[in-house]
Every structure is written in C-alpha cells, then in structure tokens.
Nanobody
C-alpha cells in the first residue's frame, strides 16, 4: 500500500508560480508511474501530467504544456509539479496519483493510489 500526501498549494496571482510536492510512504515510488490530476469546482477531475517510473518520459495535458513540469526524485520518494505562468483557470484541487507500471498513462482509472489533494487558487 502506498500513501500519498500533497503539499505546496495556496493562493497565487495570475502569472505566478507554485511548486506542488507529493510525498510517498509505505513503498518506494521507484517502480510506480506517477501522475497529477486536478478538479475544478463543478467539474470532473482531469489529467494534468504524468511521469514514468524512471523519469525518462512524461505526458502533459495540452492546457499546461510549456507551463508545468513534472519531476520525480526516487531517492526522496517524492514527485513534484512545477507550475509557472499560472492562470485563473488553473484553480483546482490538485491530486497526486500512482500506479504500478511503466507507462505514463493519462487515464485516471488506471491509477491505484491517490492523495487527498491540495488546493491551488489563482487570482486574476
């Protein structure tokens, strides 16, 4: 069993940056693909980014490409989401997720473990 805890959310002005962290316990993350998803008020949870267990490949939602970067530190058992040039439409609860397997899938149904989420609010 893997427990995931997100941190780093908060309130930021449009154009600003935030770095989300996802700390894992229970098992090492080195054999897990990790992803970030987000859910805005009144909307479904959507894919944001995913990174393979080696860190060698990553996928991004079109809406965040060029602005967000996903990274992992297997030695620290953590995954990060660096968010820049934030927009009000990035406001959401951001969730960290993990799955056993090599492929950095965008499908949330393929992820086995989820954190509780961290709120990101971008003001205009």
């Amino acid at each position: 069993q893997v427990q995931l805890v997100e941190s780093g959310g908060g309130l930021v002005q449009a154009g600003g940056s935030l770095r989300l962290s996802c700390a894992a316990s229970g098992r090492t993350l080195s054999s897990y693909t990790m992803g970030w998803f987000r859910q805005a008020p009144g909307k479904e949870r959507d894919f944001v980014a995913a990174i393979s267990w080696t860190g060698g490949s990553a996928n991004y939602a079109d809406s965040v490409k060029g602005r967000f970067t996903i990274a992992r530190d297997n030695a620290e058992n953590a995954v990060y989401l660096q968010m820049s040039s934030l927009k009000p439409e990035d406001t959401a609860v951001y969730y960290c997720a993990g799955r056993g397997g090599a492929r950095a899938t965008t499908r949330q149904g393929e992820y086995d473990y989820w954190g509780q989420g961290t709120q990101v609010t971008v003001s205009s």
